[in-house]
């Protein structure tokens, strides 16, 4: 017995600073992500899926099983924006994945001029999403909004739909604890008379670009039509790598994977003038469960 405890002893001796030294790599790596099974994944390539137009049909082609992206869009006060003007709506559904980490000089946004998500600070750590409406004449003429909190430096889901009954809803999904937010409220008619406009993201198109968003934006989407919330919860589900469902009804997808491409088959692409503050980002996905 004496004889085993002393072999014990001197294996441990030998052997436990290199036992230890192991301990703590493996714990430095699981701190900056490594383990996180989603930066684990396969990760897709820019322009690895678009969507194609023919005579014929609508369809997808490429990588599209929703793998995780290689880039995302992270913004330092900038934006991006299609260069092809976008025809007014009054039934539409806009849906991004953000990581908010700070909002300069008041607010920033997802959208076309006066029909946009604004995104405002709400306390120290948080932010709230509101929908600037379509069906609104403008700015001052809304006075009530679907609107919910996001936090700050967590990556969520954020998608708001209205449609020509001023009826706005709005939905959240937080892949890191698996939560979703939703809202849902009526506008008061003011009458149409909202101009096409270029698609902004991470700025608020109707000031300048003295304000926008800090941190990371991927995958946004555009759609013509009111998704109802099993399609957005489906959307979702396949991650922030996911592909449009309604391909008939998407009018425009900027994935922002390394670009700043328009990649519904509609080619609202932002061009070099377009684009401000703007990179991308290859590090980012050690902040990302899902």
Request: proline share 4%; glycine share 10%; net charge neutral.
């Amino acid at each position: 017995m004496k004889i085993r405890l002393q072999s014990a002893m001197e294996y441990l001796m030998t052997y436990g600073w290199a036992i230890l030294a192991i301990a703590i790599v493996m714990v430095s790596l699981y701190s900056l992500g490594i383990f996180n099974a989603g930066s684990l994944q396969p990760t897709a390539t820019p322009g690895s899926c678009q969507v194609v137009r023919t005579a014929a049909q609508v369809s997808l082609a490429g990588q599209c099983n929703g793998l995780i992206p290689k880039y995302v869009a992270q913004f330092s006060q900038g934006y991006v924006a299609s260069a092809t003007k976008i025809r007014q709506l009054t039934n539409a559904t806009i849906v991004w994945w953000g990581y908010v980490t700070s909002i300069k000089s008041g607010g920033a946004g997802i959208g076309m001029p006066n029909c946009q998500v604004y995104i405002q600070q709400s306390g120290s750590s948080s932010y709230v999403a509101k929908w600037d409406p379509c069906v609104c004449n403008g700015y001052a003429s809304c006075s009530s909004y679907a609107q919910l909190t996001i936090p700050e430096s967590q990556w969520a889901m954020v998608a708001f739909t209205v449609n020509t009954g001023n009826v706005i809803n709005s939905y959240a999904y937080f892949p890191s604890n698996g939560t979703v937010v939703t809202n849902k409220n009526t506008v008061p008619a003011s009458g149409v008379s909202i101009p096409s406009g270029s698609f902004y993201i991470g700025e608020y198109a109707i000031y300048t670009i003295y304000q926008g968003l800090v941190g990371s934006v991927s995958n946004v989407q555009l759609y013509n039509t009111t998704l109802d919330n099993t399609t957005i919860k489906s959307l979702y589900q396949e991650g922030i790598g996911g592909a449009p469902i309604d391909l008939q009804h998407l009018i425009g997808w900027w994935p922002l994977n390394g670009n700043a491409n328009d990649y519904s088959g509609f080619n609202n692409n932002a061009n070099s003038i377009s684009i401000l503050n703007t990179t991308w980002n290859a590090n980012w996905q050690g902040t990302y469960g899902h």
